[in-house]
């Protein structure tokens, strides 16, 4: 028979060992989580370290609803000439959670009782794990210990990088199981299979609105809240998007990434660019509900709308004038403000400015001597369709004196 010293050396070892694979398990986990602490690593020695101080403590299980709780402790005593191990018990089915120490225990029951004990300095989030915390800090200090090896991105938890790779190996390993569809992360698809099932369940408290994507609604929200978050350093102009912003400083850099295939236009955004293909393929996608029209773009059919509704819904604030779109407002303003940011640039005699590019395109057929107006009715043409339409009435009055001419 052994010692009782010998039998506690035999339980301390195995304890251990099942503290190791343990320890060798959540890091494992850690890895492929994406919510799973960078520090838990070091929380685990701390915990493996308190259970080695605590050797009559074995293995705590909780039923697989978490209900009750049963700690198993063996009575490990100098006294005892025989360490015997705890049966387990015969549904094993109802005990899917187990912990080889307090700690993590202690840990898991911040779950279901919502305890949140370590708060951040510089705002007002909590968190229920110290890794976690100290992962949120890299928010405010803005830094990112891992390094992508294939570009200069970085990130501030493993999982966000691991996630990245996917973009330089092309992996999408979650493939919806509706369609033909893969992505390279598990939230894509789950929010992909909304697609499928038409769940919108992120709603907005103001209106009504719901949408399919929790993002999507942190952007509707600011609609309510007049929240411009993303501020552009050049200019000042803040935006209620991140992308809103990434677009407007292409004003400032000049670039234009989009290129049509048909012709030498650029544009700005994608959707731009779509939606001028649509005069090289004559596609109108847009029809409006009223009259016949259909048009290359919604944006185009919802200003047309307005024609029928009569809707005006931007106001001059100078004047009770009002119109159906902004640019014709902003267009409006400088007859108040005086502004005319359009110069001519054709020569540098011209010294004169304009309130609108019209005016100003018009204006440049003095240099050119460009006349595109043509009258059907003789070899005349004219710089604007204004003067067109007043030449026309010399045609139209001199048929009207024909027709009054007395036959006899």
Known sequence: ???????????????????IKQEAEEVSIAQEAEDVSIEQEAEDVSIKQEAEEQPHLNILHMSSHCSEVEVQLESVTEDSDDWEETSEDDDDEQRDKSFSDSGSLKKHQRV??????????HCDKRFSQSGKLKQHLRVHTGEKPFQCKHCDKSFIKP?????????????KPFNCEHCDKSFSRSGQLKQHFHVHTGERPFQCEFCGKSFNRSYHLTDHLRVHTGEKPFQCEICNKSFRMSGELKRHQYVHTGEKLFQCKHCD???????????????????????????????TASSSLKTHLRIHTGEKPFQCKHCDKSFTVSYSLKTHLRIHTGEKPL???????????????????????????????????????????????????VHSSHRTKKQKRCPL
């Open 265 to 295: 236009k650029s544009f700005n955004y994608s959707n731009h660019l779509k939606s001028h293909l649509r005069v090289h393929t004559g596609e109108k996608p847009f029809q409006c509900k009223h009259c016949d029209k259909s048009f």
């Open 112 to 121: 279901h009782t919502g305890e949140k004990p370590f708060n951040c300095e």
């Open 343 to 393: 110069r001519c640039k054709h020569c540098d005699h011209c010294d004169k400015s304009f309130t609108t590019s019209s005016s100003l395109k018009i204006h440049l057929r003095v240099h050119t001597g460009e006349r595109p107006f043509q009258c059907k009715h003789c070899d005349k043409s004219y710089k604007d369709s204004s003067n067109l339409r007043y030449h026309l009435r």
């Open 1 to 19: 028979m052994n010692s009782p010293d010998s039998a506690r050396d035999v339980y301390i070892q195995e304890a251990e060992d099942v503290s």
């Open 159 to 171: 999982s966000y990088l691991k996630r990245h790779l996917h973009v330089h190996t092309g992996e």
